[in-house]
Each structure stands twice: as C-alpha cells, then as structure tokens.
C-alpha cells in the first residue's frame, strides 16, 4: 500500500500564493506520475497538475503561467500556486500513480477570497 498525505492549502485573499505538497510513503516500487487534482467525485476529476517520471509536466490552461509543479524528490511533490483567484477555491487531491496503482490522499482546502 501507498499512502499519499498532503498538505499546505488554506485561505488566502485574490492574488495571493499557496505552496501544496504532497508526499507519498509506503511500498513504494515505482512511482509513474504524481499530479494535483480538483473537484474529484467519482470519475469526474479535473486535472490541475501533473509531473511524470520523466518529467514531463502537463497543466490544465486555466492554471498555466499562475501555477507551477515541482518534484521535490522522487516521492514529494510542490505545486506553488501564485495569483490566486476565487475560481480556484476547491479541495486538491494528490494523486500517485505507482507501479500498484493508483492512490489518493484525503485532500486539502484551497479557498480564495474576493
């Protein structure tokens, strides 16, 4: 089992910063991606962030050139958020996509104040 924790979100007025991380612990064998989702419910997540092993990075266009995904080292991961705006108010998951499967941590409240 892989267990995914994450942690940085909080309140912040519009045009402010945040800096999630997540890490990722356990039997780990191989870790294939890690990326930052939002508004999971079911199969109906959207995509924020994502870094691969290679390091391919792929960001959803509302967030590009506001946000940015770092790998911290091989199991942790930032996703520094600057210029914030309500819109981005909403619970961000971790994901880990690991040689086993994938797994999510429990999520971490972003909220944006006009």
Same mark, same amino acid.
């Given at each position: /089992?892989? /267990? ?8 912040? /007025?519009?045009?402010?910063s945040? %800096? @999630? ?5 356990g039997?780990i064998? %191989?870790?294939?991606?890690?990326g930052?989702? %939002?508004?999971?419910?079911g199969?109906n #997540?959207? @995509?924020?962030a994502r870094? *691969? %092993?290679?390091?391919a990075?792929t960001?959803?266009d509302s ?10 080292n091989?199991?942790?991961? #930032? ?5 914030l ?7 961000y998951y971790?994901n880990v996509?690991?040689?086993s ?5 429990k999520?971490? /409240?972003?909220t944006? *104040? #006009?």
């Amino acid at each position: /089992q892989v /267990q995914v924790v994450e942690s940085g979100g909080g309140s912040v /007025q519009d045009g402010g910063s945040l %800096r @999630l991380l997540c890490a990722a612990s356990g039997s780990i064998r %191989r870790i294939e991606a890690m990326g930052w989702f %939002r508004r999971v419910s079911g199969k109906n #997540s959207d @995509l924020v962030a994502r870094i *691969s %092993r290679d390091g391919a990075i792929t960001y959803a266009d509302s967030v590009k050139g506001r946000f940015t995904i770092s790998r911290d080292n091989a199991n942790t991961v #930032s996703l520094q958020m600057n210029s914030l705006k309500p819109e981005d108010t909403d619970v961000y998951y971790c994901n880990v996509a690991e040689f086993s499967g994938n797994y999510w941590g429990k999520g971490t /409240q972003v909220t944006v *104040s #006009s």
